[in-house]
């Protein structure tokens, strides 16, 4: 994701700035355009999760970048029509930060790998855990919803 990193510096927008950073990076296609075909393969497996027509959904998505020693506050993506929500990690050093799911009383901890999607409910409270490693760890986030009809 070398193409990220030529636009990381020149996002579109940013969002969210917590602990000394902006926790989201909106970055077109035009600037990273290997992103489509992932962007593609993330419609499909989101239609099958929803049990919808892939033609059904519509996204919205940015990327996370975390330094060493950062982290991602807790939240959830409920704020819109979302129907789904997802992570998909593209450069995760060992010791960069666990993805953690706050279910009712639980804390489910996962620890990702590169190439790895996970889907989850978009009002499911989560957060990432420190970046302990020496290298900075990328992941885009994405949520769906009802395409305008």
């Known amino acids: 994701m070398k193409e990220f990193f030529r636009c990381a510096d020149r996002p579109e927008r940013q969002s969210h700035f917590f602990h000394g950073r902006y926790e989201n990076l909106y970055i077109g296609v035009d600037c990273v355009p290997s992103l489509q075909e992932l962007l593609d393969a993330a419609v499909v497996q989101a239609a099958a999760v ?16 975390m330094h060493p020693g950062h982290v991602t506050s807790l939240h959830s993506h409920d704020e819109d029509d979302e129907l789904l929500s997802c992570v998909y990690y593209l450069d995760v050093p060992r010791g960069s930060g666990d993805l953690v799911l706050h279910l009712a009383e639980e804390r489910l901890a996962i620890t990702p790998e590169n190439g790895m999607f996970v889907f989850f409910p978009p009002q499911l409270e989560h957060e990432v855990r420190e970046n302990t490693s020496a290298s900075p760890r990328l992941s885009l986030a ?7 009809e």
Not at 50 to 65: A, C, I, M, T, V
Not at 142 to 148: E, L, W, Y
Request: proline share 9%.
């Open 50 to 65: 929803l049990q919808l027509e892939p033609s059904r959904l519509k996204y919205g998505y940015w990327f996370n970048l």
């Open 142 to 148: 994405i949520n769906f919803g009802p395409a305008d």
